[in-house]
């Protein structure tokens, strides 16, 4: 089924994304800011539902919502403490960093105004009901090797942080 | 506007397939209401069957056989003075009863109590139920936190610990029975709930019973990990009461309180309810292939209305033996009433069109029901796991389970 | 309370789980899994325990205290307060001590209704320890099983002696009740229906992989230490030490009877857990025995209507279901006793806490707690 | 309104990134920047998900390959943390600045 009034939800997701991903940011209490980014990642898995990316948005929601945040709060609840809460939330450099990150933004959207061209408002017709064959296809298929990898990086990932967070070993 | 009512009806996908927002609508409408009974249902079910396995016999004073115990319950919850710990993270502390239900009733958009009694059918459905059913660990987690005490957190990480390690043996153990699905002529499965049971129709088993036993061992891994997902006994440690007092809700109260236990029980019926989906055909009645045919049929679709009427009297006969004495008289005419409610219904389903529109959604809930007695039963058997046999359950039992029978299954899918 | 804390250095900075790698848990006073009133103050790292320390007291009601303010006679009723379920024991205990403080002996009758009594006790104090012990490691239905069944012994008792729980069925010198009529038959009938009831709740837990897991090296004692410790009871009789002092001293009217003394070999969880059980079946045969041969004659022996002990002192000891229960008496001589020092094994036997859940997780400490077979109104008398 | 087009994803997908960009370069907290970073990895993901309706699903191929390895960073990066959280009892970059201790 095509996505239902669509310009309404893109606004309303996009803002919902956006604004959370600010509070992200401000929020003192890491805990906040967790919260804030799991909305805006469910934000985000809705912004892909709508581009016809039902799998991706699944992904999303299974393991950037359900796994890796839930280790994000794990690991808060651990590490939290009072202290840091009363300290000074930003660095020295802060000033440095947000005209940086300005200057980055605002390069996007000159990149944006002059290659408006390189985006074509053209859309090819997505095969929804069989997206995740199609991209099972793709995935064991083209990148079966870069497959292989990511798998390994897992690996390695895991034994990483086991080796990380152990006490004695 | 009544054409667009009316032309659904006709049609033979979901509402949310066929853009029929209306019908969708009602759908939710429906499964809230329905699912909001079957809590109350199931709180009084559990609490008799419970006693009676327990030589005792369970709530017997508000209403007769106490039917309306659920209710006074739910009257005395929202009534209930709602503490706040002082030192508590006011927001979180809020937001987390309301993670846990929302997450626990929005999987159900997608469980097929028949082939066109689904509010949508997405190509993700299976991903979905499981990712948004993984979603309910942060509200646990938040609640946890946000209490500010130790036994909440004690109990938050260590549900949060085991609802990660059991998500992946039943992920495994859905990926299995997914395989299954695309073992027909294109060799493509699907992930959608309708899909994943018209393969079952198709090849004309339930998959608990495809590759004998690698359906049923694969069964086995997702019951017990639903029963961690869901944590209830044996794998109840984040409520442990005797250990955590009652672990992340410890410092809820009143209507919150009630919150978290509308979403523990609408969280068993979801993964109930994938179970059936996945493994016990679904909709599908008993027998399909053994007694097929017209009769068969026409018997089967009989069986809902009979049993209804069967309960009637079960109802008629209690009434019939209730003590004489005037001080019982509303209690029998409420179980009176009671009985002749559920003789109506009867009598209803045994009307043709409603039949055969009303069977799937009867033999689901009855798998689904079944589902739940067996964690009924569960309680009243097992001991508690500790902590770090949960962990070794999870990781050295049920993890190389799930991959054994998912390669296994592969392989069997090839030579077969 | 921070002064008691003290030999757990609780340090009052703010601390989280890692960076001090341990974090203070208060168990009760008030908690599902404590039997009462207990308090626990538990170190942990993460989940497993680093140390523990035993808050007691708050049950304390003065007893031996009060016994120096009462005659020998009044100061009976007072031990049923101890431990409360197996109130039978405490009196047994009292009384015979007493008997022994002033040389009188109670008439055969006597002694064989009160070992067929204490035996029943002892059933019934087992039921409820396996009822809660099970609860508290999560199989919530033996428990209704064994109150069901203790109910029937409560029925006994009330007949007898018109109460269930504070029984007071003995008397210095006997007993004060003669057997009702049909007292054998209904403990004969008791017996035929505890029997397979027994044998139901071993069905439901000894063969239960969970049950196993959950006891099996958990709580973990040797008998060296248990005898350091003054440990005794089935928690001693598991770690392998055949010591019953109803064989080893035989009080009552245990020398006439005959049955086994149930000993495990490691002295864990699981092995306490069938050393009770076995001790149940023990108990049925005792009482089997000793319903078919009371002797006939008088229930109380003869003794002075003002009870004036000499002088001196008496140390004598049962075999409570817990343990051994002693009772110290020392006599001026007056009517009322100078010192009633009570050795109730809960108390002693909760020493062993420490030792047993060291190392072990926080979901081993209430099977501990419950395998120790403590009742709080005995450890803080 | 008009039709939503390629572009508006973009200029979402650029607006999370810059945020993920200040909030890496201001913020003192070790986890509100490991945070920030997943911020920005999923602004990347916005702009692949959304350039695969242009030129086909390679896009959402790759999507899934940096939501494994963001999962990968998130676990290396809180096991880092916690390492680090045990020896010096602080989360703030700013203090994590030796290379040996």
Known sequence: MAPVATTFFFYFLSALTVLSGVLVITRKNPVHSALALIMSLLGQAALYLMLYAPFVAGVQIILYAGGIMVLFLFVIMLVNIEKSLKEDQFNKQWLVGMAAAVALGALFVFVYIKGKGLFPDRTIQMPEQSNTQQVAVLLYGNYMFAFEIASLLLLVAVIGAVVMAKKRI | MLDYITSYLKSDTT??????????????????????????????????????????????????????????????????????????????????????????????????????????????????????????????????????????????????????????????????????????????????????????????????????????????????????????????????????????????????????????????????????????????????????????????????????????????????????????????????????????????????????????????????????????WYRGTFPRYRFDQLMKVGWKVLLPMGIGVLILTAIAGVLF | MTDRTSHLELDQHEKTFLDSNELIINMGPQHPATHGVLRVILKLDGEKVLGTECVIGYLHRGVEKIAEHRTYTMFNPYVDRMDYVAAVSNGLGYCEAVEKLLNVEAPPRARYIRV?????????????????????????????????????????????????????AFRIGGCVYETYEGFEREVKKFLDFVTPKIDEYEELLTTNRIWVERTKHVGKISARECIALGVTGPVLRASGVKWDLRKAQPYAAYADFDFEIPVGQNGDTYDRYLVRMQEMRQSLRIIEQGIGKIPDGPIMAKIPKVMKPPVGEIYHSIEAPKGELGFFIVSDGSTQPYRVRVRPPSFVNLQALDMMVRGALVADVIAVIGTLDIVLGEVDR | MAPITTLHYLVVAAALFVLGVIGVLTRRNVVIVLMSIELILNAVNLNLVAFSRIWGLHGQVFAIFVITDAAAEAAVGLGILIAFFRNKETVNVDEIDLLKW
């Open chain 2, 15 to 376: 509402p949310g397939s066929a853009g029929n927002l209306f019908w969708a609508f009602v759908y939710i409408v429906l499964i809230f209401l329905g699912l909001s009974v079957a809590v109350i249902a199931m709180n009084w079910l559990e609490r008799k069957i419970l006693a009676h396995m327990q030589v005792r016999l369970g709530p017997m004073r508000v209403g007769p056989h106490g039917l309306l115990q659920p209710i006074a319950d739910a009257l005395k919850l929202l009534i209930k003075e709602d503490i706040m710990p002082a030192e508590a993270d006011p927001f979180v502390f809020w937001i987390a009863p309301l993670v846990v239900v929302i997450t626990a009733f929005t999987v159900f958009i997608v469980v097929p109590f028949g082939p066109t009694h689904a509010v949508t059918d997405m190509n993700i459905g299976v991903l979905f139920m499981l990712g948004v059913s993984s979603l309910s660990v942060l509200g646990v987690v938040m609640a946890g936190w946000a209490s500010n005490s130790h036994y909440p957190l004690m109990g938050a990480l260590r549900s949060s610990a085991q609802m990660v390690s059991y998500e992946i043996a039943m992920g495994l153990a859905v990926v299995s029975a997914v395989l299954m699905t695309s073992l027909n002529k294109e060799g493509t499965g699907t992930l959608s709930m309708i899909g994943i049971v018209q393969a079952q129709q198709a090849q004309h088993v339930w998959f608990v019973f495809k590759f004998f036993p690698l359906g049923l061992i694969a069964f086995f891994i997702f019951a017990v990990a639903m029963v961690a997902e869901t944590n209830r006994a044996p794998f109840d440690l984040p409520e442990a009461e005797s250990e955590l007092t009652a672990g992340f809700h410890t410092e809820y109260s009143g209507f919150r309180w009630s919150l978290f236990f509308l979403a523990e029980y609408s969280a068993m019926i979801a993964v109930s309810s994938i179970a059936v989906t996945l493994w016990l055909g679904g909709w599908m009645r008993p027998f399909p292939n053994a007694l097929g045919g017209e009769t068969w049929d026409l018997v089967f679709s009989l069986i809902p209305g009979l049993i209804f009427l069967f309960l009637g009297a079960i109802t008629f006969y209690s009434t019939s033996r209730m003590p004489k004495h005037p001080y019982f008289r509303v209690q029998t005419l409420g179980l009176g009433g009671f009985g002749a409610v559920l003789a109506l219904i009867g009598l209803l389903l045994l009307i043709p069109p409603v039949r055969d529109r009303v069977q799937d959604i009867f033999w689901f809930c009855a798998k689904v029901a079944f589902s739940m007695y067996m964690y009924i």
């Open chain 3, 116 to 168: 067929i009594l204490t035996e029943l006790n002892r059933i019934a104090s087992h039921m409820l320890w396996l009822g809660t012990h099970a609860l508290d490691i999560g199989a919530i239905t033996p428990l209704f099983y064994t109150f069901r069944d203790r109910e029937e012994i409560l029925k006994i008792f009330e007949k007898y002696c018109g109460a269930r729980l504070t029984t007071h």
